[in-house]
């Protein structure tokens, strides 16, 4: 009997939690959480490569200057022939060709048509609503460990006040069987054996005290702030099922890659870019050794079609694995929370009726508790036999107490499978 009531209360606890006066400012406090934060920095990086998907649109301009060496005179600009041929003859004018040539000038080019840009800035605009929803999953899920936390503190110090009550019960029993052996009407060991429970429930209580201490820790870790014991809550609403709310991250990650598809392919369509050159040349012409300054522009458009490019086709077929993966780890997630959700919903329902029957059966133990302390008293039942009903009533208490806190968790966990709003189930 001892030993399953040692299990009940080493049952396994989330110890993940949040603080402060009520759940409101435990909720509140999640928006400082590092977690929360790194959700808002990946939306953040999203934005980005929205921007830098939008920037290529955008004129490139650069600047330059370069210096030329030639072994044989080089032509600085290009000259039309009959201009060549005035210089020919007039060898006063210095023509433009040198073998040290200076420039300086501006390059800009600029897309016209690449249709692959603007689908990449549409999957960048995809990966930031994925982003938004697994911000929004990450917060459900944060705000649901808060209220699973709280409630196995509140099962803790339930059951932490019980094993008081038993201790008290048994203080008062000690001094009727403390009489009794001083009467020679009971021997010694009935006296060994109170004190002995005494000692467990102490043994019990202090490992309480260190269990509770490490959910505390673990939700100053979170939030920063510290609980010295649970804050109240009640239940004001109850789950919605409907979609696995909680997927939204990953379908919208493959929306956005089945999007990355289509810009590989994309790539392989023709695309109008314009470019412009201007330079400034200065240089000693060949003929005459005078100093030659010289302006040249250029503006043009480029059509380019890709003929044969088998890097492109090998990023195409890259990127189709890429969602093929992502949609195979999606079918399975999908499968485990189908039947996570199917469990989760059987338990809810058996758990709720399970607390209505341990308070049922705490009442009668309660009962019985009195009727044994009383034929215990009167010499009609052993020590041992009046100590069974003690732990028989904490055994009850205790199971109570975990229904509790399991019903709790369960409740919470589909909240973030459905993606239901925690505020609006407990306060």
């Keep these: 009997m001892f030993r399953n009531l040692i299990i009940i209360l080493f049952f396994p606890m989330v110890l993940h939690a949040q603080d402060g006066q009520n759940l409101g400012t435990l909720f509140d406090s999640l928006k400082t959480n590092p977690q929360i934060r790194s959700d808002e920095i990946l939306m953040e990086r999203a934005l980005l490569g929205k921007s830098m998907a939008n920037s290529k649109l955008f004129p490139k301009l650069d600047a330059f200057g370069t210096y ?24 006063s004018i210095a023509q433009p060709f040198s073998q040290n040539i200076f420039r300086v000038g501006a390059a800009i080019s600029m897309p016209v048509f690449v249709k692959s840009i603007f689908t990449m800035a549409n999957k960048a605009k995809i990966m930031y609503s994925s982003a938004e929803a697994k911000w929004q999953i990450d917060l459900l899920k944060n705000e649901a460990v808060i209220v699973s936390s709280n409630a196995n503190l ?20 000690e001094n009727l069987v403390n009489l009794k052996v001083n009467n020679g009407r009971s021997p010694e060991s009935a006296l060994l054996k109170i004190k002995s429970n005494i000692n467990q429930i102490d043994l019990m209580r202090n490992n309480i005290a260190m269990n509770r201490e490490k959910a505390i820790a673990a939700i100053y870790t979170l939030t920063g702030l510290r609980v010295e014991q649970a804050v109240s809550m009640q239940q004001t609403g109850s789950y919605s099922n409907g979609n696995f709310k909680v997927l939204e991250p990953l379908q919208k990650k ?88 199917q469990q989760l919903e059987v338990s809810l329902n058996l758990l709720e009726k399970s607390v209505e029957l341990y308070k049922k059966s705490i009442v009668d133990k309660e009962e019985l508790l009195e009727v044994a302390k009383v034929a215990y008293g009167s010499n009609r039942m052993t020590i041992e036999d009046y100590l069974k009903y003690e732990d028989d009533l904490l055994l009850e208490k205790s199971k109570l107490y975990k229904v509790q806190a399991q019903k709790w968790q369960t409740l919470m966990k589909l909240a973030v499978i459905y993606g239901n709003k925690i505020e609006d189930i407990v306060k």
Excluded: C, W
């Design 254 to 341: 493959i929306d956005a890659t089945q999007m990355g598809v289509r810009a590989e392919k994309e790539k392989l369509y023709p695309a109008l870019v314009l470019h412009g050159n201007y330079n400034h040349s200065y240089a000693k012409s060949y003929n005459n050794s005078t100093a030659v300054n010289e302006n040249y522009a250029t503006v043009g458009l480029t059509l380019k079609i890709p003929i044969f490019e088998k890097e492109q086709y090998v990023k195409i077929k890259q990127s189709k694995l890429d969602v093929l993966d992502l949609q195979n780890e999606m079918e399975k997630m999908r499968m485990d929370f189908s039947a996570q959700a």
């Design 68 to 91: 030329n060496y030639a072994s044989s005179p080089t032509g600085m600009l290009p000259i039309a022939p009959n201009d060549l041929f005035v210089m020919i003859k007039d060898q």
């Design 154 to 173: 509140q099962y803790m110090d339930a059951l932490d006040q019980a094993l008081e009550k038993k201790r008290t019960s048994l203080e008062t029993v």
